[in-house]
């Protein structure tokens, strides 16, 4: 069995992958503090909760919090027996380098999500992922990360407009039934998700006009199933990608010793 674990800097996720499908999957949030004794017992507690008694043989880690990746290697090597594959180290190869500057270091994160993306759609692809940031990862014929952009994620901009101004309470991100707020909290729901829609769609827009080509949009995170609803923004809504590129990398990895 295949543990997949993605950290990011809001949650961590770790996934059962048997080969075939995911047999469980369960979110945490991201404590650099944790040990790999504490991720352990938490893991166990899960696993015994849903009936599943699995040997887990190999371990897959992307993170885009450097300082867990310690005990997160700990976890694999003390309890499973394993060393772990990281993405963004030199040990784990990608099916498809990147193409950017050089000396450029990109998030493991968007590694993952091109290879997972690459898999299932094929080249040619914008990655529009609601994380922390909202990133949009370029996908060329070939499956490289050839490049993309980088802005504030939705509920990180709430936060925001929160702390910066004391008037301003703090909300819950919605579809908002008409863009015309009548009171503080419509007005601010309205300028997050009106203004994400239209972020979206002018970015995704300049980078076809750019790349010049037919380009396929896929959605992941959290927030993407509520953007889609309303707007049908993306071709594809990919709940699981990160975690699909993570068998995707592990496989190649193992198919090229």
Excluded at 48 to 56: G, K, P, Q, S
């Amino acid at each position: 069995m295949l543990l997949t674990i993605d950290c990011g800097n809001t949650n961590t996720v770790f996934a059962l992958w048997d080969g075939t499908r995911f047999a469980a999957e369960w979110r945490m949030a991201t404590q650099h503090q944790r040990t790999a004794d504490e991720y352990y017992t938490w893991l166990r507690t899960m696993m015994r909760l849903h009936d599943l008694e699995v040997t887990i043989t190999d371990c897959i880690v992307s993170s885009t919090v450097p300082r867990v990746v310690f005990n997160l290697r700990v976890l694999c090597d003390r309890y499973f027996g394993t060393r772990p594959l990281v993405v963004g180290k030199p040990e784990c190869r990608l099916p498809v380098p990147p193409r950017v500057d050089e000396g450029t270091t990109v998030g493991p994160d968007r590694l993952v999500n091109s290879a997972g993306g690459f898999d299932r759609h094929g080249g040619d692809l914008i990655i529009v992922d609601f994380g922390t940031a909202t990133t949009f990862d370029v996908v060329d014929t070939d499956g490289a990360y050839v490049g993309g952009v980088i802005a504030p994620g939705v509920n990180l901009s709430l936060e925001a407009l929160h702390m910066a101004a004391a008037a301003l309470p703090h909300v819950d991100i919605t579809h908002p039934q008409r863009v015309v707020g009548t009171n503080t909290v419509a007005c601010m729901q309205s300028g997050i998700f009106w203004g994400y829609v239209g972020l979206v769609k002018e970015i995704t827009a300049r980078i076809r006009a750019e790349r010049d080509r037919s380009m396929t949009v896929v959605s992941t995170g959290g927030l993407a199933p509520l953007f889609q609803q309303s707007e049908d923004l993306f071709d594809h809504l990919e709940g699981d990608l990160t975690m699909h590129g993570l068998t995707v990398i592990h496989r190649f990895n193992k198919d090229n010793p």
